[in-house]
């Protein structure tokens, strides 16, 4: 190594660290920003692993992977080739991007003896899921392993702990929120302090203990008050669900309102349906309740919330959703998502087709946004995440549907805001959402785009790939597909060649 890339090894070295610190002080927002600043070339290999977890950590993922993304997919091939270590911060980023399938392929790789992030990685993917039963042995590897640093460890253990909560596994939570409000205080973390604090009154919330829940609240409000994070809002959050439920929502639901207005504005959607479940079973709520059960995507969750039921309650087949927030005293027109077409009017998308799929996946979940990772990942479930090229290629998707919400005069559209997608209502408009549907073949359904735009006369793979903003490798595995099932004809060879559709 010469002097100057010596010194650039030992700038980066100093800037990571102070990084690292500001983080441990509950000081992420002003890490946020310092990292933020730092120039895109010139990074040593080394410095730009670190850089890229400290990215992740300060929930940076899209920046993360552009530190990556040269040691990884590089232009020209470098020695040495990636390290498990490079592998697996790359990977964690694109966890966090909701690039689920591209990460767990990547982690297979992996060694987590060797690496043992693999296994919080892992465990992280689980988390965005409400899996957290399935979490927890991959915590406890990860916890007991002996190459992490103390701070690392606590971490861990409050992750760990969180899912014992959710999980109601009452006597290993107990232990170990015992444990790390004594570790964290003593070693000085006080923003792991305030999450072991909050996580013991959600567990003597579900215990029932209320004045425990309020004594662990107010212990860590007087730790968080003076630390701009969001655990700080989530102890307000959870004093407000507590004056709800003990009140039996005869009390707290101005408070609890106001709080959900600010999880609105943060955009932490996880409160906004945490708000409103907790409403519908203080207040008994069907018509709450039932929105919130349609709107939330995984199973394990639901089965919480119905648990949790001690009113009469019939949740229907499926479920009209408005997602506009105004109601209409006329009749509103109704779109069933399973059908993909409108009832009693000639409005119809293609089903399977990648435009009724991006729809699809915007319902699944009626609170959060859905990430770019998540959409590119669920719309081209074959294909690398590119932090470069892929953006445009699901907003290209995502134009093509806010396009056919013109022309269909459907009151919808798509809000976009920092890679994040939610679908938004402008007037009244009904979607009806199955939680059992199941998308058509994506084949299938992308022969019916290729048929409806050729329906007799020949084309071109390139064409093909153009019509379905699909890559070459994918229309040529669906034609192959298609060729194999007798669905098209082929015709002329190398650059000549073309398909039809068989009569």
Not at 141 to 151: M, Q, R
């Amino acid at each position: 190594m010469n002097q100057s890339s010596s010194s650039a090894v030992r700038k980066f070295s100093e800037t990571i660290a102070l990084l690292d610190t500001l983080i441990r002080e509950g000081k992420g927002e002003v890490a946020k920003q310092q990292i933020l600043e730092l120039p895109r070339t010139g990074i040593p290999r080394s410095s730009a692993t670190e850089l890229a977890s400290l990215a992740r950590r300060l929930s940076l993922p899209y920046l993360s992977l552009e530190f990556m993304r040269p040691i990884i997919h590089p232009r020209i091939p470098i020695q040495p080739e990636p390290t498990q270590q490079e592998y697996s911060v790359y990977a964690g980023a694109l966890a966090k991007i909701g690039a689920h399938a591209e990460a767990t392929t990547i982690l297979k790789r992996v060694d987590a003896s060797q690496i043992p992030e693999v296994y919080l990685h892992k465990s992280m993917i689980l988390f965005q899921k409400w899996n957290y039963a399935a979490a927890i042995p991959l915590l406890k590897k990860y916890v007991a392993h002996n190459s992490l640093s103390e701070y690392e460890r606590a971490i861990a253990k409050v992750n760990l702990a969180a899912a014992y909560v959710i999980e109601r596994k009452v006597a290993e939570a107990d232990v170990l929120l015992t444990e790390l409000r004594e570790t964290t205080q003593s070693a000085g973390y006080r923003l792991l302090l305030g999450n072991a604090l909050e996580l013991s009154a959600q567990l003597e919330f579900k215990r029932g203990n209320y004045a425990e829940v309020r004594r662990f609240l107010h212990s860590g409000h007087t730790v968080l008050k003076q630390m701009a994070t969001v655990s700080e809002f989530f102890i307000r959050k959870w004093m407000s669900i507590l004056d709800v439920t003990e009140s039996k929502g005869r009390e707290g639901l101005a408070e609890l309102e106001s709080i959900r207005q600010e999880a609105l504005s943060r955009g932490h959607w996880e409160t906004v349906r945490e708000c409103d479940f907790h409403q519908a079973i203080a207040t008994h709520d069907a018509e709450l309740f039932t929105r919130v059960y349609f709107g939330t995507p995984f199973p394990r969750y639901r089965k919480i919330m119905k648990a949790q039921v001690d009113f009469p309650l019939q949740l229907p087949s499926a479920y009209d959703w408005n997602p506009c927030s105004a109601v209409s005293r006329s009749e509103v027109r109704l779109f069933d998502m399973e059908k993909a077409e409108e009832a009693d009017r000639d409005v119809r998308l293609s089903a399977g087709h990648v435009v009724h799929q991006a729809f699809l996946i915007l319902t699944k979940d009626f609170y959060r946004t859905v990430s770019l990772g998540t959409l590119f990942s669920e719309l081209f479930p074959k294909e690398y995440f590119n932090p470069h090229s892929s953006p445009a290629r699901v907003r290209q998707v995502i134009q093509r549907l806010r396009d056919w919400f013109l022309t269909a005069n459907i009151p919808l559209d798509v809000d976009v805001s920092k890679s994040e997608f939610k679908l938004k209502g402008d007037a009244p408009y009904l979607l009806r959402v199955h939680l059992t549907y199941q998308p058509r073949n994506r084949q299938t359904g992308k022969l019916e785009t290729l048929k409806a735009a050729w329906p007799y006369k020949s084309f071109s793979a390139d064409e093909a790939a153009k019509e379905l903003q699909c890559s070459h490798r994918a229309v040529s595995r669906l034609l192959s597909w298609a060729l194999k099932n007798k669905k098209i004809i082929r015709s002329g060879q190398g650059r000549s060649t073309r398909y039809r559709f068989s009569k």
